[in-house]
């Protein structure tokens, strides 16, 4: 397989459930990121994994937990979610340096819905 | 916290006609991008703009950056149907290394 890998691409859970979105990047990245699309939201950045640090957005509720065991692979634990917490969740990754143009590569999303 | 907005969200265009879609951002940044989604599909990198005055153009699309006045624009030329999706733009911030944040998005749809 080549570039960002998500799964599962769908997910339906009730809201005392826990899942796990998984991803995973081949292009050899350094930096791992998890992004919220909500309908008629911009994109809303949660996590990122880089160079083993993490970077958060506090606005992310805790019932959100990201792991991220080496530099290919990156989890979202979700667990007692709310109904607005459904949306389409990206992975994306990219090779963090002053030496290329570090851009995003996207996954293709886990669209979840929360019942 | 950094804002990056777009305008128009929504524009609805016929085929044949040129427009500027424009990406505003509320503080210093010298790394600008562009993306292209189309319904139900992920995000696809378009453009990289690394520095002032930058400008990069692919098939009808021309992007452009003036990191001075904090804005960017995607010009399109002779629209085509094929370009119907959401385009946004997306601002990295050198001193956070890592974080990038995103604009709202520009729907266009192109009509035949």
């Known amino acids: 397989e080549t570039g960002v890998t998500q799964t599962p691409r769908h997910l339906v859970m009730g809201m005392t459930n826990k899942k796990s979105l998984k991803c995973e990047q081949h292009?050899?990245?350094?930096?791992m990121y998890w992004y919220k699309q909500s309908a008629k939201k911009p994109l809303e950045l949660m996590f990122v994994?880089?160079?083993?640090?993490?970077?958060e957005n506090n606005s992310v509720p805790s019932r959100f937990s990201p792991e991220c065991p080496n530099s290919s692979h990156l989890f979202l634990h979700l667990h007692t979610l709310q109904p607005e917490d459904s949306a389409l969740y990206l992975c994306?990754?990219?090779?963090?340096?002053?030496?290329?143009?570090?851009?995003?590569?996207f996954g293709e999303g886990s669209r979840l819905t929360v019942l | 916290e950094l804002k990056v907005e777009q305008n128009p969200l929504f524009l609805s265009m016929q085929e044949g006609k040129n427009y500027t879609i424009y990406c505003n951002y509320s503080?210093?940044?010298?790394?600008l991008y562009w993306y292209r989604q189309d319904p139900g599909k992920s995000l696809e990198s378009l453009f990289v703009?690394?520095?002032?005055?930058a400008v990069k153009q692919e098939g009808r699309l021309m992007a452009s950056l003036d990191t001075k006045a904090r804005l960017s624009t995607l010009h399109i030329t002779a629209a085509v149907h094929d370009l119907s999706a959401t385009y946004f733009c997306a601002v990295g911030l050198s001193n956070t290394g890592n974080q990038f944040y995103f604009g709202t998005g520009t729907s266009l749809t192109v009509i035949p």
């Open positions: 292009l050899g990245h350094n930096a």
């Open positions: 503080t210093t940044s010298d790394r």
């Open positions: 994994y880089s160079l083993e640090e993490r970077v």
């Open positions: 994306a990754s990219r090779e963090w340096g002053r030496s290329n143009t570090g851009e995003l590569f």
């Open positions: 703009l690394l520095s002032n005055g």
